[in-house]
C-alpha cells in the first residue's frame, strides 16, 4: 500500500513520530494507503529518554519497513522500531532474546504452556491477558507483537533447528477457548511438518517427569559455548556456567528420552479434541 507523506507539524518531535513534547501529537507525519482515516504508528511516541512502554514498539514491521521506503531512510525506522521493542523487554528476558537471535539450535521443553516461538497471536494474547487482567490493551497488543517478532528467526533461510518438548497437559488446557485452541494445535502441527523443528509430547501417563522444575530453554551457536536459560514467575536466569549449562543439558536429554517419537507426537496432537 503506498504512503502519503504529510508535512510534519512544528509541534512534533523530529525523531519520534507521533510526539509532541512527550505527549500525543494533535497531527499525524504519515497517513497511509492515502485518502482515510490515519493510520498512527504507535497509540503514543515518545521523545529520546522517556521510559513510557506505550511507544513505538506498537509499530508493525510492513509500517517501519514501508517508511523507510517512503522517506529513503535506509532502514532507520526498522531498527529504531526494533531498538524500542528491546528496550520494552523486561531487564531478565532481554538479554536472552538477544542469545535465541543468533542460535543455531534451540532446545526448549515447556510444562506451562506452548513455546513462544510456536505460539499462535491469539493464543499469545490469550494468555498475556489471562495472566495480566489489569494490563493496559496497548501494552498486551505491544507484547504480542514482540513475541510473534521472535518468530521470525523461524523463516529465514538458514532457520536455526528448533527443538521442543511440550507437556501433554499444555495441549489439553484450551486456552482462550476451544477456536483459538484448535487453531494452535494447528500451528504446532504444521511446524512439526518442518524441516527445523522437531516436536515431541511428554505424556501425562509418564509416572516420572524430569522436567518438574519448570521450563527450560538451551541455545548452541555456530561459534562460541552454549548457554541455558530457566523461567519462572517473571523471572528468568540466564546460565552460562559451562558446568551448570552441562547438567542443563543432562536434563533435557532425560526429558526427550521420556517423551514420545516425533512420529507418536504428531499423532497425539492430531487426535486432541477440544468439544464443540
Known sequence: ????????????????LGCAGGRPARAPWVRAGGP????????????????????????????????????????????????????????????????????SKIHNWDNRLVPGLLQTEDYARAVMRTGRPREAHEIIER???????????????????????????????PVGGAEIAREQIKRLVEAADST??????????????????????????????????????????????SAEVADAVIVFDLIRAAALSRGASLDLLRAIEYGP
Open 196 to 241: 527445523s523443528v522437531v516436536l515431541q509430547v511428554l505424556p501425562s501417563a509418564m509416572a516420572e517427569n524430569p522436567g518438574g522444575d519448570g521450563p527450560l530453554t538451551i541455545l548452541e551457536f555456530d561459534a562460541g559455548p552454549p548457554v541455558a536459560y530457566a523461567e519462572g514467575w517473571r523471572s528468568g536466569r540466564l546460565v552460562e556456567s
Open 36 to 103: 482515510g482515516p490515519v493510520r498512527r504508528p504507535g497509540r503514543r511516541l515518545v521523545r529520546p529518554g522517556c521510559r513510557s512502554r506505550r511507544c513505538a514498539g506498537g509499530w508493525s514491521r510492513d509500517f517501519a519497513e514501508r517508511c523507510d521506503e517512503a522517506l529513503s531512510t535506509g532502514g532507520f525506522f526498522g531498527r529504531f522500531r526494533d531498538l524500542v521493542k528491546r528496550e520494552a523487554l523486561p531487564t531478565w528476558f532481554g538479554p536472552f532474546v538477544e542469545y535465541e537471535e543468533k542460535a
Open 143 to 173: 507484547d504480542v507483537s514482540s513475541r510473534m517478532d521472535r518468530q521470525a528467526i523461524l523463516a529465514r533461510e538458514s532457520p536455526p533447528l528448533l527443538w521442543c518438548v511440550i507437556d501433554e497437559a499444555v495441549l489439553r488446557r
Open 1 to 16: 500500500m503506498p504512503l502519503t507523506v504529510r508535512r510534519r507539524p512544528k509541534t512534533m518531535c523530529p525523531v519520534y
